[in-house]
């Protein structure tokens, strides 16, 4: 694996200061804010946008960049999607139950992992949001400052390629199972810079088998070593046994069920299966996205 770049040091200047390089107050200015937010009892940043003097997404980036907290403000083509929300909108409801759930994880199931803690993420069938979760899971461990991969191991129908910017046809997971040599599959993710996607890689015949195979083993033993977190989105049960094979190699599996989607009979299923096999069950979490 390649080495990686550290995280930059945290910004010192204070906020005001900042936002007055980005959009050119004058000191003055900077004074009405700080005398507007004393009188009102608000923040500095609520008070400059309350004044028309700075902008949410102005506040919102300060805030990360002060705080070293990556964030992605980019609305162009090359922007990162919305329903990454960790990135997109770091301090939503949606963005801080995400964080919750990181901490329940890295305080219990996943703590006496050690080095190189792996999480699969399950689901009973597709559309019950398992992709969004094992996403944004693996944004906010590398948000921790943590290098951190997320493999798309759904060969079936690969999404975690496509959300972080990577061809359908590019290499991964799918070329290195099949024992070709491949450079490039490893993508480092925009505007995370602890963040790695491993693409599935060209759709195979044989998604099951390679799975199950020696090489799928020996590649995570190697991961395990060069990451401190990996995050394994896994294809829906409905897609047959590919998530056990995982799951069986994962120190802990999480259950994705989606509210007023996912059939009681297909979620219990799974967690049945998944109860019997070596990998703890860190849970089931109810996504609502």
Known sequence: MN???RPPMAETMPIGRMLQTLRGLSDAQIDEIVAYQRSHGLQFGEAAVALR?????DIVGLISKQFH???????DAAALPAELVV???PFSEGAELIRDLRTQLTMGPMRQAGAGRLLAVASGQSGDGKTFVAANLAAAFSQLGARTLLIDANMRQPRVGPLFGAARDSAGLSMILSGRAVKHAFHQAQSLPNLFVLPAGPIPPNPQELLQGAAFELLLDELRRDFAYVVIDTPAGDAGA???MVAARADAVLVVARQDHTPYRSLAQVVKTLERG????A???M???
């Open 3 to 5: 080495d990686f770049t």
């Open 53 to 57: 003097l700075a902008s949410d997404d």
């Open 69 to 75: 907290y990556p964030y992605d403000a980019r609305s």
């Open 87 to 89: 990135v997109k909108n």
């Open 242 to 244: 590919d998530y056990r």
């Open 278 to 281: 070596p990998a703890g069950l």
């Open 283 to 285: 849970g089931v979490v």
């Open 287 to 289: 996504n609502r996205y």
